[in-house]
């Protein structure tokens, strides 16, 4: 292992949607610093698509798409869906080795996607005992008895005790506690730090002529036109959402606020295509996909969205005030984080199923006319995630010394 370096390694196994890969980005960006370097292998189709900052890199494993919770296919490489596991674990195996890390930080999934991880993690316990794994977990994961359920099945409990050192929980204990919820033993528990919200870049609000009017307040204060920003994450699952959007656009004549759409990547081209049209129609703007979305939200005076983790922590950055509107399958994660952010006086939200034209006007006139309470919360809410992370990163290079 060369010393002139301190190595970081993080696998995000992304088989769906941008959550996985932008959340593993904000870290590996946060943890770079002189004499570092962090290198992530992503099974993310559209990892190009972003900027990586000097000292951060990534490997590209072959893709897979979820069919169904047990079921997945590679995204391009025709190829039998086993064979793509081969592949997918050698390439994993090959860079842990390469690489020779002094951390391994891995996204969500304990053994990986299909057990990909479980050679790696036993090559670190056998060769490399010194080097630091660790998982990262999203503030919740799903309800809690569809959790305990699928930690036991796939013995993850034992995973944990065995072959990771320790659990990061990038949320506070305090808003919802995984090692109540999900019956977390004694002994996993004494290895999990609550690291807490992952803060994002808040950047000034910039005007850019492609964009028009809607983007707030330029830098000489003119008043501007306000601007909703409707997104719904990688897009695969969240047409509902701009359907909705438009056909209430569509039903309000002039309405006080200007509309940026964006769709995500993943949404069918012939759907993508459709809404696009409707977008033109109505003055709204539409776009696929921005890789610094932190800028489009700056510049917007409401964000709409599904409510998973990146967006939330995105909107309790920039410090705005947020409409979540929660998927309920094939998790309950995205409906139990609004409510208990709702609960808080953080964000506003709306269930999937209650979902129509005349609530999300409603909800859209009460939030722009009355913003402050939910920024007034926004303000007083800690994100420490970074700095929680910085802190046990620096721990672990004085053992290194």
Not at 171 to 188: R, T
Not at 252 to 268: A, D
Not at 385 to 393: A, D, K, Q, T, V
Request: with cysteine; proline share 6%.
């Amino acid at each position: 292992m060369a010393e002139s370096t301190f190595n970081i390694l993080m696998y995000s196994h992304d088989t769906y949607g941008l959550g996985h890969i932008r959340r593993t980005m904000a870290i590996a960006a946060a943890l770079r610093e002189k004499g570092v370097n962090v290198l992530i292998l992503t099974g993310s189709p559209i990892a190009g698509r972003f900027s990586f900052p000097l000292g951060v890199d990534f490997v590209r494993m072959p893709g897979m798409i979820k069919q169904s919770n047990t079921v997945y296919l590679p995204h391009s490489i025709r190829v039998d869906p086993r064979h793509a596991i081969h592949i997918r674990r050698s390439i994993i195996a090959a860079t842990a080795k390469a690489f020779d890390p002094h951390i391994f930080i891995v996204d969500k999934v304990p053994l990986g996607l299909k057990g990909e991880l479980i050679p790696t993690l036993e090559w670190f316990k056998r060769k490399r005992p010194r080097s630091k794994v660790i998982l990262g977990l999203r503030d919740i994961l799903d309800d809690a008895a569809s959790t305990r359920a699928d930690w036991l099945e796939k013995g993850y409990n034992d995973i944990l005790e065995r072959l990771y050192d320790e659990i990061w929980v990038y949320g506070n204990q305090d808003l919802y506690n995984p090692i109540q919820e999900y019956a977390i033993p004694e002994q996993i528990a004494a290895k999990t730090r609550f690291v807490g919200y992952i803060p994002r870049l808040t950047p000034l609000c910039v005007i850019d002529a492609t964009d028009g009017v809607g983007l707030g307040r330029n830098n000489e204060g003119d008043k501007r036109k306000r601007q909703v920003l409707v997104t719904i994450g990688g897009g695969g699952d969240g047409y509902a959402v701009l359907d909705n959007w438009l056909t209430m656009l569509g039903q309000w004549p002039n309405p006080p606020f200007k509309t940026l759409m964006i769709s995500g990547p993943f949404l069918p081209d012939a759907v993508r295509d459709h809404l696009a049209e409707r977008a033109k129609s109505l003055g709204v703007r539409f776009a696929t996909f921005y890789k610094n979305l932190e800028k489009k939200m700056a510049c917007s005076d409401l964000v709409v969205s599904m409510g998973g983790y990146n967006t939330v922590c995105e909107i309790l950055s920039m410090q705005k005030p947020s409409l979540l509107i929660p998927r309920n399958t094939p998790r309950m994660e995205q409906e139990i984080r609004a409510k208990v952010m709702h609960g808080r006086g953080l964000v506003e939200f709306i269930t999937w199923n209650t979902m129509t034209p005349n609530l999300l006007r409603e909800k859209t006139e009460r939030l722009l006319a009355m913003p402050e309470q939910y920024i007034q919360a926004v303000r007083g809410f800690p994100m420490t995630g970074l700095e929680g992370m910085r802190s046990r990163i620096a721990a672990f290079r004085r053992e290194w010394e």
